[in-house]
């Protein structure tokens, strides 16, 4: 069975689709991410759910619109980002606090979102220090810069709501916040709180989001993200379908059955969300 046959016969409630590896990469749109996305739209309500906590929803949107003809609503984005405003746990660590967002401009109204005192431009002078985005230039000194604020002042925490690795760039890697964050984590004594995919936390933001919007997680949504663990743990988390995108994202060099035993079967398994693509239902 093909994508657009799955797709056609399963009557889903809802569709989900991460973005980086599974609709886009640095070298553009997947190839047929742009059919799959409008037929999707026919069939139900449709998501994008990313980690994607440098761009806000307006600038995805746009983005998708401009580069691929997809037209996904602001608030059909569900992005990692906006745990900052909306986690029990973030919000008692930022509410009335000054924050370093270390991240870009189009992604700082997650933060301003968020019931804050300020936010500083420098480290040292934060209660807070929020991991939204990262991209090291030559002799960049920013990451040091945090981690001396750190050792400094014991009582700062620390946010990362990008756990991503590293995302695929055509035939290599391009690391990325969660990457960088874990090279921090190794540098300070304060414990990293992480948010998005593959933690529980953003699993249960998705599911408040889709009831909101009057769906109800079932095995008639289903989930497709390039990283398998995201795939296997939302699945899991609120009892939804999952497909492993495998071939266009980050885990495409690594034998499957060894991905598998290490972080669980997903529901289905397809190369592309090219619409020809066959699906293995498991």
């Known amino acids: 069975m093909n994508l657009k046959e799955f797709l056609k016969s399963s009557q889903f409630d ?112 934060a209660d807070v220090v929020v991991l939204a985005n990262y ?29 991503d690795i590293k995302i695929r760039s055509g035939e290599t890697f391009l690391q990325v916040m969660g990457y960088y964050a874990h090279e921090i984590q190794k540098k300070i004594t304060q414990k990293i709180y992480w948010y998005g995919k593959p933690y529980k936390n953003f699993s249960n933001y998705v599911e408040i989001v889709l009831k909101q919007h009057n769906i109800i997680p079932s095995k008639k949504v289903i989930f497709f993200d390039d990283n398998i663990q995201n795939v296997v743990n939302m699945q899991n988390d609120i009892g939804i379908s999952g497909c492993w995108v495998k071939k266009t994202g980050i885990f495409h ?9 290490k972080y669980g079967i997903p529901s289905s398994i397809v190369d592309s969300i090219n619409l020809e693509s066959n699906i293995i239902l498991n």
């Open 14 to 125: 809802a569709l989900l689709f991460d973005a980086s590896g599974v609709i886009y990469s640095d070298n553009g749109i997947i190839p047929g991410a742009t059919d799959t996305i409008k037929l999707s739209q026919e069939i139900a309500s449709t998501y994008v759910v990313t980690n994607n906590s440098y761009s806000y929803p307006n600038y995805i949107h746009n983005h998708l619109k401009k580069s691929a003809n997809i037209t996904i609503k602001e608030n059909h984005i569900i992005s990692s980002g906006h745990g900052l405003a909306t986690d029990t746990e973030i919000l008692n660590l930022i509410t009335n606090k000054k924050i370093y967002f270390l991240g870009r401009d189009v992604s700082k109204q997650y933060i301003l979102d968020a019931p804050i005192k300020t936010l500083t431009q420098t480290p040292e002078n």
């Open 135 to 163: 991209t090291p230039s030559q002799n960049c000194t920013l990451l040091n810069s945090i981690i001396n604020a750190a050792n400094n002042n014991p009582k700062i925490k620390f946010i990362c709501c990008n756990p």
């Open 253 to 261: 060099l690594e034998n499957k059955n060894e991905l598998i035993k």
